[in-house]
C-alpha cells in the first residue's frame, strides 16, 4: 500500500504513543516503570522513533514524521511538494497518538496530583526557563538530527547507494537517543514540532482530571526552535552537498 499521507499519519501516531508513552509510564503514579528515569526516557523515544520510520517506510513515505526534518529535506532539494501532504499528516498522527496514551494510561490520571507531570506526559517544557536560550538549546538539537539523518541515508556514508534500508531506522533511532542524552536536558528536545504541539492540543481537550493548563505560553518554543533548525541543517546539507 503506497500512501504518503496515512503512513506519515500513522508513523508519527506510533511515535507518540511510544514516546509519549513512556514518559507517562516514568512519570505517572503507581505505573509500574515509574522514577525510572532519563534514561528509560531517552532510551523509549530511540525505540518509537525506530517503529514510526518503520511503519511510515512500509507504507509509502520517506518517513519524515517530523515537520522540521520535512521543512529541512525539501531546502537541501528544492522539492517541496511533499510538505502540504507531510506536515498535516505528522501533527493528526501526533494529536491521535497522544489520544491513545491518555487511553493507555486512564486509570493513572486521576492517581497523579501533580498537574505538570501530566503536562509533561504530552509535551516539553524548560528546566530553566529563559525563551531565547530555550529556542536556541531547539534549533541546536534540531539542526544535530537533519544534518545527521541525511549523513546517514547518504549514498557516500555507506557506498555504493547508502545504508540498507532496514538498517537506517535503526541509526536514525540511536542518532535521536544521542540527541535526548546529550542535549535534551535543557528543553526536554522536543527537536520535532509535531511531537509537541499535537500532544498538547490533546492535553488541552482531552478530560484529563486535574490537569491544569497546556502552558500555551512555551508553546512556540518547541515550533519554532525545530522548524529553525531543520531549515538550517537542509542550507547546511545543500552547502555540503551531502546527497
Known sequence: MHNPFLAELLGTMFLI???????ACVLLNQSKGQNGGW???T??????????????????SQAHINPAVTIGFAISTGDWSLTPVYIPA???GAFLGAVLVYL???PH??????????LA???????????????????????????????????????PGGPAPALAPYLVGMLVWGIGLSLGGPTG???????????????????????????????????VGPLIGGAIGGVVILLLGIT
Open 104 to 106: 493507555t494510561y486512564l
Open 189 to 223: 528536545y522536543a527537536i520535532n514540532p509535531a511531537r509537541d504541539l499535537g500532544p498538547r492540543i490533546a492535553h488541552a481537550i482531552l478530560p484529563i482530571p486535574g490537569k491544569g493548563r497546556s502552558d500555551w505560553g512555551y508553546a512556540l518554543v518547541p515550533v
Open 109 to 118: 490520571w486521576s492517581g497523579t496530583p501533580d498537574p505538570g507531570l501530566k
Open 39 to 41: 534514561i528509560v526516557i
Open 17 to 23: 504513543l511510544l514516546g509519549d508513552g513512556v514518559v
Open 43 to 60: 532510551a523509549g523515544w530511540a525505540f518509537a522513533v525506530l517503529v514510526g520510520v518503520f511503519i511510515a517506510a512500509a507504507l509509502g
Open 90 to 92: 505528522q501533527m493528526t
Open 121 to 159: 506526559v504530552f509535551c516539553t517544557n524548560p528546566a530553566i526557563r529563559r525563551l531565547p536560550a530555550n529556542i536556541l538549546t531547539e534549533v541546536i538539537g534540531t539542526f544535530t538530527l537533519v544534518l545527521a539523518v541525511a549523513a546517514i541515508v547518504s549514498k557516500a556514508a555507506s557506498p
